[in-house]
């Protein structure tokens, strides 16, 4: 297969966690008889400082071109860089708003799973660790709450404040589809998290995706109320496969999720739309107080980058390999500095990317 892929690198610790995952992508390619076309793109604090733009209309035609976008981080530190005296829609940020939009990303996937060798930084009890979890937060990510009609105004003297939860059955079935289709490539099991006991949007939420699974009879699935979901993530979170999510309960309870794990630097994410397209980046921000050290974990863009294969390009075997070679080197107890526990041998951000892709 041919991929044409997008690379945007970023700013602070994202050039060099990129370059890892490519050097991986690079080793699979070799592997499996692929070949990739990267095309290098700016966005965040390089694009201002080169275009005086975080992204260009240009930037944006490109990105659509190309089959996925493979993200590192934007940004820099928010109270000394001078990027952060621009106005709002000038900083780094806003190309990552705009991106988004621009592409259509309405699903944002964030898996959380514990492996064997890092439970130690789990914050759950040992037994709850021990059983291990892996599981995917599906997020919807362009409605609800966040996007809604909102004012602020006074009332009768007294000042009010209203936004607006709404959702389609059309936002609620497309994003619904994504999750079954997710579950079919995983465990089959998706948890739509919801309050329809209190929300009119949550029980059309709820009868779009009992429509949507009926078309799924593979996959189980059932129903769970946010609070519950919530309560449930740190008391048992092995029962979870693919979780279904609106927007801002997703916001939560992704956060929640990745925090269970411990190790913010193992964390990948995509963002889809309706199409094969997909958008993958690490789920930590550009980290400045470590940038250029070469001391940053790139596993979470690796994995990331695992995740490209296996959701926009179908290439589940590459992308299987992919992740068995960061269990590998786990087991081998290579860690980055974040991940570093006693016993273990340090490496930096370019040998761990090595060992990865020796092992691949
Ligand atoms: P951060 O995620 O960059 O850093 C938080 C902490 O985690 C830091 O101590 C950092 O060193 C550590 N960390 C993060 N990724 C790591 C990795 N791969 N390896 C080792 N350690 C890692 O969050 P922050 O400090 O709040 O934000 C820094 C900048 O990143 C800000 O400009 C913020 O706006 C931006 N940001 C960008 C994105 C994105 O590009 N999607 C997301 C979040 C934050």
Not at 326 to 334: A, F, I, T
Not at 336 to 352: P, R, W
């Amino acid at each position: 297969m041919n991929m044409n892929i997008a690379v945007i690198k970023g700013d602070g610790i994202g050039p060099e966690v990129v370059s890892e995952a490519m050097k991986v992508l690079d080793a699979v390619a070799a592997k499996y008889g692929h070949t990739i076309a990267y095309e290098q793109l700016l966005m965040g604090g390089c694009s201002i400082d080169a275009y005086g733009d975080p992204l260009t209309d240009e930037t944006v035609a490109k990105a659509k071109k190309a089959d996925a976008v493979l993200l590192g981080s934007i940004g820099g530190n928010t109270s000394t860089s001078p990027w952060y005296k621009l106005p709002p829609k000038k900083r780094p940020e806003a190309g990552l708003l705009k991106i988004r939009k621009e592409l259509g990303l309405f699903a944002n996937l964030r898996p959380a799973l514990l492996y064997d060798q890092l439970k130690d930084a789990c914050p759950l009890k040992k037994e709850i660790a021990d059983k291990g979890f892996d599981m995917v937060i599906m997020r919807e990510l362009t409605g609800g709450l966040y996007f809604g009609e909102r004012k602020t105004e006074e009332v009768d003297g007294v000042m009010t404040a209203v936004d607006t939860l709404t959702y389609t059955e059309t936002e609620i079935r497309r994003i619904a589809i994504k999750a079954f289709d997710i579950a079919m490539k995983r465990r089959k099991k998706v948890t739509s998290v919801d309050k329809a006991n209190v929300l009119d949007s949550s029980r059309l939420w709820r009868k779009v995706v009992e429509e949507v699974a009926a078309d799924y009879p593979e996959v189980s699935y059932e129903h769970m109320l946010v609070d519950n979901a919530a309560m449930q993530l740190v008391k048992d979170p092995a029962q979870f496969d693919v979780v279904l999510t609106e927007n801002m309960f997703g916001d939560i309870l992704s956060d929640e999720a990745s925090m269970i794990t411990g190790s913010i630097g193992m964390l990948s994410s995509a963002s889809l739309n309706e199409t094969k397209f997909g958008l993958y980046e690490p789920s930590g921000g550009s980290a400045p107080d470590i940038a250029g050290q070469n001391i940053a974990n790139p596993i979470a863009t690796i994995l990331s980058a695992a995740m490209m294969l296996r959701y926009t390009f179908d290439l589940d075997a590459e992308a299987d390999a992919i992740e068995a070679a960061v269990r590998k080197v786990l087991v081998e107890g290579y860690r980055t500095g974040d991940i570093m526990s006693e016993g273990c041998t340090k490496v930096l951000c370019d040998e761990m990317g090595n060992l990865i892709a020796e092992r691949v």
